[in-house]
């Protein structure tokens, strides 16, 4: 099975900031496979950005996604109040995995 | 509009099982793998598996094979996640959410919480 480390655990930024999460898996992942979410308290996980980079649907382009293999990454360009929030990471090869999340928080 | 309406939350005993159950509405039914996932508090998602809605046929999850059944009715477009062999350590919400492409998970419910205590 594949694990995703997301870190770091917890990031402290203000409104208009940027926020870069990073999330790397133990074995090589298809960029095909490979999405982001954001959940907020009390709330069910949505999905920010599949295959890697593309954005769902409704998605500002504020949020952007990159990277290939192992190490991915999900850019937030100018934190809005709306996006502090958990970001999660998910992989399927297998079996669909998710990382362990990173805290978007106002400092 | 897509909507996934889960069934209202359930307090188990250890060692029983619980069924929750996950309507379909605003799309093609049988279209659409439906996936189960849960979340215990203060954690991230885990994957329990999913279910073919158009022939039946389900993955499950390496770690809960044996204890986890998916079912679908097409008539009510109406899946199911049943749990057996409930421990503590199943306390969590447990989704459906609809796959699309890859792997994705596009649209959710809004959650069942279970609760496992003596």
């Known amino acids: 099975e594949i694990v995703l480390t997301q870190s770091p655990g917890t990031l402290s930024l203000s409104p208009g900031e940027r926020a870069t999460l990073s999330c790397r898996a133990s074995?090589?992942?298809?960029?095909?496979?490979f999405a982001w979410y954001q959940q907020k308290p009390g709330q069910a996980p949505r999905l920010l950005i599949y295959?890697?980079?593309l954005r769902a649907t409704g998605i500002p382009d504020r949020f952007s996604g990159s990277g290939s293999g192992t190490d991915f990454t999900l850019t937030i360009s100018r934190l809005e109040p709306e996006d502090f929030a958990v970001y999660y990471c998910?992989?399927?090869?297998?079996?669909?995995?998710f990382g362990g999340g990173t805290k978007v928080e106002i400092k | 509009q897509v909507q996934l309406v889960q069934s209202g939350a359930e307090v188990r005993r250890p060692g029983a099982s619980v069924k929750v159950s996950c309507k379909a509405s605003?799309?093609?039914?049988?279209?659409?793998?439906m996936h189960w996932v849960r979340q215990a508090p203060g954690q991230g998602p885990e994957w329990l598996g999913s279910?073919?809605?158009?022939?039946?046929?389900?993955t499950y999850a390496q770690d809960f094979q044996g204890r986890v059944t998916m079912t679908r009715d097409t008539s009510t477009n109406t899946f199911y996640l049943e749990l057996g062999g409930l421990r503590s350590d199943d306390t969590a919400v447990y989704y459906c959410?609809?796959?699309?492409?890859?792997?994705?998970?596009?649209?959710w419910g809004q959650g069942t919480l279970v609760t496992v205590s003596t």
């Open positions: 959410a609809r796959r699309f492409g890859g792997y994705y998970l596009d649209f």
């Open positions: 605003g799309y093609a039914f049988t279209t659409y793998y």
């Open positions: 279910i073919d809605p158009s022939a039946g046929t389900t």
């Open positions: 074995q090589s992942v298809d960029s095909s496979y």
């Open positions: 295959s890697a980079f």
């Open positions: 998910q992989q399927y090869r297998s079996s669909l995995t």
